[in-house]
């Protein structure tokens, strides 16, 4: 159908980033005010150690907005769907560019993909996992996950756009047999 290029999240990524910065840290401050003045549960509340301390660390441990589970909603639905969209965009990228997609980038590309079906796959021992359980959801956990997420898990991939490196069949496997342990 055509309806738009794939690499149309590549074209944008800059843009992208810097909308889901503002978004997250907009998001951040309503987290913070909302445990002040509506808090989702009574495991809420000021740490003493000051403002900045709770808006980083986060005020409250399982925030809902709307009926939604914030940290399920941010963590699993919104990083790892954002991830593997941006890596994908990124090989359009490169086909496009090149009119082909590289071993390494097809490599790099499988084994994203590989580990986010696995998080997908184990998706509820993930929310029994410490970060989920103790972590507070503020600027540490939130901004993170929506913002150094997929600037930082997919910046090789985004390397390999414009850099193709050819590492034949046996590297290749080799490098992608590795990769699966």
């Known amino acids: 159908f055509n309806l738009y290029s794939g690499s149309i999240i590549y074209d944008n990524f ?3 980033l810097s909308a889901i910065n503002v978004f997250a840290l907009s998001f951040c401050l309503g987290l913070y005010l909302k445990g002040i003045i509506a808090p989702s549960t009574t495991d809420c509340g000021a740490s003493g150690n000051g403002v900045i301390f709770d808006f980083y660390w986060g005020l409250e441990l399982y925030p809902n907005v709307l009926g939604w589970d914030v940290k399920q909603l941010i963590n699993c639905r ?9 890596i994908i965009s990124f090989a359009c990228k490169q ?3 090149y009119g082909y997609v590289s071993d390494s980038m097809f490599i790099s590309v499988a084994l994203q993909l590989v580990y986010i079906a696995k998080f997908f796959w184990w998706e509820t021992g993930y929310l029994a996992s410490m970060d989920i359980m103790y972590d507070r959801a503020g600027y540490y956990i939130i901004w993170g996950i929506m913002c150094f997420l997929p600037c930082i ?3 090789h991939t985004l390397f390999l ?3 193709p490196v050819t590492l034949g069949p046996w590297l290749g496997g080799l490098v992608f047999l590795a990769g699966l342990i």
């Open 153 to 155: 898990y997919t910046c």
């Open 161 to 163: 756009v414009s850099r």
């Open 95 to 97: 086909y496009e560019t």
């Open 78 to 86: 919104w990083s790892m769907m954002v991830w593997p969209l941006a």
């Open 14 to 16: 800059p843009g992208i």
